[in-house]
Nanobody
Framework: QVQLVESGGGLVQAGGSLRLSCVAS????????MGWYRQAPGIQRELVAS???????KYADSVKGRFTISRDNAKNTVDLQMNSLKSEDTAVYYC??????????????WGQGTQVTVSS
């Protein structure tokens, strides 16, 4: 089992910045993907950014150039630096960790979510 705890959400004005952090604990394999999804009311959850253990990153087109994902493998943490925030970035942001487990195969774990609200 893996537990994920997020922090750093809040209310910010358009054009401002926020930094989200997530720490994972439990049985974590040496190779895994971590990242962030978000979900706004009435909209399907979407991938915001992801990063592999080796540092390969992926971003949604809507956040490229504004958001930066990073991780610390030794501490099992992943951060999302969000700059130039827009009202459409308002959503609940969920941290995740995906890994291959001997018994379960590919398994994804989720954090509880943190609210990000951008006022225009």
């Amino acid at each position: 089992q893996v537990q994920l705890v997020e922090s750093g959400g809040g209310l910010v004005q358009a054009g401002g910045s926020l930094r989200l952090s997530c720490v994972a604990s439990g049985i974590i394999t040496g190779l895994n993907d971590m990242g962030w999804y978000r979900q706004a009311p009435g909209i399907q959850r979407e991938l915001v950014a992801s990063i592999t253990t080796g540092g390969t990153t992926k971003y949604a087109d809507s956040v490229k150039g504004r958001f930066t994902i990073s991780r610390d493998n030794a501490k099992n943490t992943v951060d999302l630096q969000m700059n130039s925030l827009k009202s459409e970035d308002t959503a609940v942001y969920y941290c995740y960790l995906e890994q291959i487990e001997r018994r379960s195969g590919v398994r994804r774990y989720w954090g509880q979510g943190t609210q990000v609200t951008v006022s225009s």
